[in-house]
């Protein structure tokens, strides 16, 4: 089986944090967000033995090493593909070319989920969906009994509360390779002028496919500045995310927190809701509610609510701050 991850976003609801970084390589309590998305289907569904990467024109060798890595500490070899153009979801899978085959999940790299129990695919296609409250902000599925009968963008009215979470299971994936070349080749386009994966599943819908749903029960969006910082909080609080691997000296911490391997806390009041990522120093300083990226530095800092890149030097600040990699704050040495 393979899985199937488009990344080749430019994130840009996330700068300064994703100039350098592609998004889904961005860390969320120590680990990647695209580590923490293979592992999930890892442990809900196995059996995945290549994984398929749909990066930007611009990545380069490193982002492929380090999602090569990650393959392999799951067993899986990585494979990539490349979308020069972001001309939608659909055209982002079509980039997979032949390898588009088989039993393939497709997962986008833009939320963490999670699963409590394996999912049934026993179908043509699955399609994850969460319930939601104001079900007109997304797209839906509408079902007879256990069945997809349709798919709905943004309903007007209350058609379903079943949203689509962006995560798909097909059995064939050369079968809805040819429905996106379908769209592709006859100029099909939907939302944003776009060619949709929606458009692709929905044909296969039409000529009898049949289609199941499987669900999650948590959706956590890691695509905004506000949204990483939420999410991070909420990882923070589960089981096994609340560490301290690093070195804490003559320091408070208030769990939860994350102190990464190879990063120094010293003479300073860690927390709660902080994560200090691996070789990070925070030193005479009160971090809270804050994410710092690794190797950045914090000293005679009062931190709340913060976002601070990797290699960043914090210096004589007191209060909020959103800075990229490599920035400095502070009085000059």
Known sequence: MKLIVPMAGRG???RPHTHVTPKPLLPVVGRTMVERIVETFDQS???FDEAVFILGPDFGDEVRRQLTEICERFGM????GVQDRALGTAHAIAQAGDRLDGECVLVFADTLFVMDKTP???ADAVVWVMEVED???FGVVVKDADRITDFVEKPDTPISN???VGIYYVKQGERLGREIAYLMDNGVTGKGDEF???DALDRMLKDGATFKTARVTEWLDCGTIP??????????GKDGENRKDGAVENSQIIEPVFIGEGATVRDSVVGPYAAIHGGATVVESAVRNTIVFGDASIDSSALDDSLVGHHADVRGFAGTLNIGDHATVGPEE
């Open 12 to 14: 840009t609801r996330l």
């Open 45 to 47: 569904i196995g059996g």
């Open 77 to 80: 070899t990585a494979s990539f």
């Open 120 to 122: 049934d695919l026993d």
């Open 135 to 137: 079900p007109s902000r």
């Open 162 to 164: 079943e949203a689509i």
């Open 196 to 198: 949709q994966l929606t």
């Open 227 to 236: 949204a990483i910082k939420e999410t991070s909080q909420i990882v923070l």
